[in-house]
C-alpha cells in the first residue's frame, strides 16, 4: 500500500517561499492525481493543487494559481508544492493524498 511523508513545512514571512515534499512509497503510482490539501485551524480541509501521475496535468485551487506550482520527480517518486508569495491565509497544516491514502501532514505558518 501506498505511504505518503510530508516535509519542509516552517515559518515564513509575508511574500517569502517554501518547497514542501511528498514521498510515496510501498505501492505503484499510476492514473491517480496526487494532490495536496490544506486544513487551517477552525477550517474544513480544502484543495490546493494536484498533478495526474500519468500525464501531468496539474490542477490548482483559485486562491493559489499564479503563486504556487506543484511538480513531481518520478524517480524519486516525490511530488514537490513551491510555494511562493506566501500570505498569512496560507497557514495551514498542508496535507498529500494519493487515492484514498493521506500523509501526516507539515505546518506551515505564514507570519505577516
Do not use: H
Amino acid at each position: 500500500q501506498v505511504q505518503l511523508v510530508e516535509s519542509g513545512g516552517g515559518l515564513v514571512q509575508a511574500g517569502g517561499s517554501l518547497r514542501l515534499s511528498c514521498a510515496a512509497s510501498g505501492g505503484t503510482l499510476s492514473s491517480y492525481m496526487l494532490g495536496w490539501f490544506r486544513q487551517a485551524p477552525g477550517k474544513e480541509r480544502e484543495f490546493v493543487a494536484a498533478i495526474r501521475w500519468s500525464d501531468d496535468n496539474t490542477y490548482y485551487a483559485d486562491s493559489v494559481k499564479g503563486r504556487f506550482t506543484i511538480s513531481r520527480d518520478n524517480a524519486k517518486k516525490t511530488v514537490y508544492l513551491q510555494m511562493n508569495t506566501l500570505k498569512p491565509e496560507d497557514t495551514a497544516v498542508y496535507y498529500c493524498n494519493y487515492a484514498d491514502k493521506w500523509g501526516q501532514g507539515t505546518q506551515v505558518t505564514v507570519s505577516s
